[in-house]
Antibody, heavy 117, light 106 residues
Framework: EVQLVESGGGLIQPGGSLRLSCAASGSTFSTYNMNWVRQAPGKGLEWVSCISTDSSNIYYADSVKGRFTISRDNARNSLFLQMNSLRAEDTAVYYC??????????WGQGTTVSVSS | SYELTQPPSVSVFPGQTASITCSGDKLGDKYACWYQQKPGQSPVVVIYQDNKRPSGIPERFSGSNSGHTATLTISGTQAMDEADYYCQAWDSGTPVFGTGTKVTVL
């Protein structure tokens, strides 16, 4: 089974940019569609973006469309989320997750993004 | 956009049955899954494809989905089951999460 480790979170000012990474190990990363899901403090889960195995299909939640860019590097077993024009409401724990049969079956431990001046 | 609604909270005595509902338009026509999330931890799948349990998930967790409602049932609830639970379905190829339910074991 794949293991996922996110990194790249931190404190950033409104309007700033941040790039999150998700490193996969233990299985064949390239065979999984991948997703980013976030959770604001004390709130529920919110899907952010997904990318197909070969990067041919990419989708975004309306709340991040035009500001966030998902990408992957199968040779490096890595998933990325470039976040631009960050807002206070983007403050959250960001999880990467593999996509199984109609389920997000493996999740990382999350990385925290705080947007504040 | 597609929405999934859950009750904010459910309380249950140890050993009793807890039922958590998830409502969405024609949800029964989609696959539903359920995640358990304990404080400070990542979500864990407890039910997928309406009623399948991943390996390692106790048999006391079961699921159903019909009409406009999916249900997660925890039979013989234990203290360790106290957590937040989220349903999730797929709409236009992307995941949609329910509003979440906090299960309290009294």
């Amino acid at each position: 089974e794949v293991q996922l480790v996110e990194s790249g979170g931190g404190l950033i000012q409104p309007g700033g940019s941040l790039r999150l990474s998700c490193a996969a190990s233990g299985s064949t990363f390239s065979t999984y569609n991948m997703n980013w899901v976030r959770q604001a403090p004390g709130k529920g889960l919110e899907w952010v973006s997904c990318i197909s195995t070969d990067s041919s299909n990419i989708y975004y939640a309306d709340s991040v469309k035009g500001r966030f860019t998902i990408s992957r590097d199968n040779a490096r077993n890595s998933l990325f989320l470039q976040m631009n024009s960050l807002r206070a409401e983007d403050t959250a724990v960001y999880y990467c997750a593999t996509e199984g049969d109609y389920v997000l079956d493996v999740w990382g431990q999350g990385t925290t993004v705080s947007v504040s001046s | 956009s597609y929405e999934l609604t859950q009750p904010p909270s459910v309380s249950v005595f140890p050993g009793q049955t807890a039922s958590i509902t998830c409502s969405g338009d024609k949800l029964g026509d989609k696959y539903a899954c359920w995640y358990q999330q304990k404080p400070g931890q990542s979500p864990v799948v407890v039910i997928y494809q309406d009623n399948k349990r991943p390996s390692g998930i106790p048999e006391r967790f079961s699921g159903s989905n019909s009409g406009h409602t999916a249900t997660l049932t925890i039979s013989g609830t234990q203290a360790m089951d106290e957590a937040d639970y989220y349903c999730q379905a797929w709409d236009s190829g992307t995941p949609v999460f329910g509003t979440g339910t906090k299960v309290t074991v009294l």
